[in-house]
């Protein structure tokens, strides 16, 4: 069955950086998009960015843009969110997904169980 | 950006009842929007996919209609398993979720 594990989350001071990872199984994770959607406690879902299969295009929210860097290796079934000039505003549980194509058009399926990112001084 | 609006924000119900959620975009989305069901501590889980589409495994009580501006989900018989909160996303332009809509117990 399709498994997605976040790891990297913890508590950091405000202006460092961080490293998500998402380690992927059961799909064929060099064919699939991949997202990474946050939430802050208590609050929605934001979408954060999105990696193609093979890692030619990358999407981000305006919220992130410039910060935030996605990668991704599909030797190793993994999805990567470097997290660079950290704010208490990206408090939040982040979660990885895994993409559903309908009509060319692509949007999150199956999402990991999520790993808590803290930014406090 | 497409903004993306849920009502209401908390509904009380009873097991049994039919329940409906509405889910408003601010432009024309077509068809392209889809339903999460999201419990505490858990990770969202997709329900439903291009306005009526339901997800393998999902319950046929569940269903969604619309198209354009203005969406709604529906339950049709309310179970103890179904009390969570329920998230609409647009994936027209982007990716927006609604703020979400909270179904408790009456």
């Known amino acids: 069955q399709v498994q997605l594990v976040e790891s990297g989350g913890g508590v950091v001071q405000p202006g460092r950086s961080l490293r998500l990872s998402c380690a992927a199984s059961g799909f064929s994770f060099r064919t699939s998009a991949m997202y990474w959607v946050r939430q802050a406690p208590g609050k929605g879902l934001e979408w954060v960015a999105v990696?193609?299969?093979?890692?030619?295009?990358?999407y981000y929210a305006d919220t992130v843009r410039g910060r935030f860097t996605i990668s991704r290796d599909n030797s190793k079934s993994t999805l990567f969110l470097q997290m660079n000039t950290l704010t208490t505003e990206d408090t939040a549980v982040y979660y990885c997904?895994?993409?559903?194509?309908?009509?060319?058009?692509?949007?999150?399926?199956?999402w990991g169980q999520g790993t808590l990112v803290t930014i406090s001084s | 950006d497409i903004q993306m609006t849920q009502s209401p924000s908390t509904l009380s119900a009873s097991v049994g009842d039919r329940v409906t959620i509405t889910c408003r975009a601010s432009q024309s989305i077509s068809t392209w929007l889809a339903w999460y069901q999201q419990k505490p501590g858990r990770a969202p889980k997709l329900l439903i996919y291009?306005?009526?589409n339901l997800e393998s495994g999902v319950p046929s009580r569940f269903s969604g209609t619309g198209s354009g501006t203005e969406f709604t989900l529906t339950i049709s018989s309310l179970q103890p398993d179904d009390f969570a909160t329920y998230y609409c996303?647009?994936?027209?332009?982007?990716?927006?979720f609604g703020q979400g809509t909270k179904v408790e117990i009456k």
């Open positions: 997904a895994r993409d559903l194509i309908v009509g060319g058009i692509t949007f999150p399926r199956e």
């Open positions: 996303q647009q994936y027209h332009s982007s990716w927006t």
């Open positions: 990696m193609s299969y093979d890692g030619s295009s990358q």
């Open positions: 291009k306005v009526s």
